[in-house]
T-cell receptor, first 114, second 117 residues
């Protein structure tokens, strides 16, 4: 069973909608991540949060807006997305952001932009 | 730049057989971390095994073991006594520095493994 929980599992949104993806972990981890996975491709890093502060933004378009309200929660706010943003969005966490800490993933949120 | 190469896009074996998935990587770092993750149809990325480069001993986890050849930059995964539940996409991943003291995983393209009854 995953200890990183993501909601919703599936989301369909129009290009003018505003929606959010949510992620929660109860492992006491202090680093959280958003990865994006297109069909038949490996995941790619989008954002890294450490101690609720944004550490890394991998040049992600501003229509994706991350938020870390506390050490257990991570949100991804979506606005004015394009059909090419349709993908599986994976949340992950690790003990902290330093190299060597194993990263644990949630089940992902399937996003379809119509 | 670090790259990860999985040369087998698809593999298929019979249940109870042993199968080996290959992975090579390229890095100039002396200490690093390598992982195998599996992604079944449910799409969750599940950690299979982790290897620290400075450790000579190959990592094992029940039926899963790796053959880590540091000089050759090779990190293959062996699955013994394969089971139907092992059917999944398997990703080899290299952990690298991402700046700001943070880490990131760089994944290979994956190997789709099917276990047949």
């Amino acid at each position: 069973d995953t200890e990183v929980t993501q909601t919703p599992k599936h989301l369909v949104m129009g290009m003018t909608n505003k929606k959010s993806l949510k992620c929660e972990q109860h492992m006491g981890h202090r680093a959280m991540y958003w990865y994006k996975q297109k069909a038949k491709k490996p995941p790619e890093l989008m954002f890294v949060y450490s101690y609720e502060k944004l550490s890394i933004n991998e040049s992600v378009p501003s229509r994706f807006s991350p938020e870390c309200p506390n050490s257990s929660l991570l949100n991804l706010h979506l606005h004015a997305l394009q059909p090419e943003d349709s993908a599986l969005y994976l949340c992950a966490s690790s003990q902290d952001k330093k190299i060597g800490n194993t990263i644990y993933f949630g089940e992902g949120s399937w996003l379809t932009v119509v | 730049a670090q790259t990860v190469t999985q040369s087998q896009p698809e593999m298929s074996v019979q249940e109870a057989e042993t199968v080996t998935l290959s992975c090579t990587y390229d890095t100039s770092e002396s200490n690093y971390y390598l992982f195998w993750y599996k992604q079944p149809p449910s799409r969750q990325m599940i950690l299979v095994i982790r290897q620290e480069a400075y450790k000579q001993q190959n990592a094992t986890e029940n039926r899963f073991s790796v053959n880590f050849q540091k000089a050759a930059k090779s990190f293959s995964l062996k699955i013994s006594d394969s089971q139907l539940g092992d059917t999944a996409m398997y990703f080899c991943a290299f952990m690298k520095h991402a700046g700001q003291g943070a880490q990131k995983l760089v994944f290979g393209q994956g190997t789709r493994l099917t276990i047949n009854p």
